[in-house]
């Protein structure tokens, strides 16, 4: 079973920062690409940020800037930092990760930002 944990979300001002952390673990084996999606009430899931295991990036137009996606590899984890932040960022989270060789995406229980004055 393999478990990705998010931490780091909560409420802030526009203009303000969080940093995202997505932790592994159980019977990981070898982690592909991981990243962050987010979905907001009553939209679809969108894709936020993805890494590869040897660092290329890609990223949605909207948070091209601002927001940056590393990850340890040591540590099976993946982060996700934001400056800048706009109410419109406002949404549930999701960690992403993919296990050479399966089939199976993973995902995290989400974490809640919400950008509010």
């Known amino acids: 079973q393999v478990q990705l944990v998010e931490s780091g979300g909560g409420l802030v001002q526009p203009g303000g920062s969080l940093r995202l952390s997505c932790a592994s673990s159980?019977?990981?084996?070898?982690?592909?690409?991981m990243g962050w999606f987010r979905q907001a009430p009553g939209k679809q899931r969108d894709l936020v940020a993805t890494?590869?295991?040897?660092?290329?990036?890609n990223y949605v137009d909207s948070v091209k800037g601002r927001f940056t996606v590393s990850r340890d590899n040591a540590r099976n984890s993946v982060y996700l930092q934001m400056n800048s932040l706009k109410p419109e960022d406002t949404a549930v989270y999701y960690c992403?990760?993919?296990?050479?060789?399966?089939?199976?995406?993973?995902w995290g229980q989400g974490t809640q930002v919400t950008v509010s004055s």
């Open positions: 992403y990760a993919r296990i050479i060789g399966r089939s199976t995406e993973y």
């Open positions: 159980g019977n990981i084996g070898s982690i592909g690409a």
């Open positions: 890494i590869t295991r040897i660092g290329t990036t």
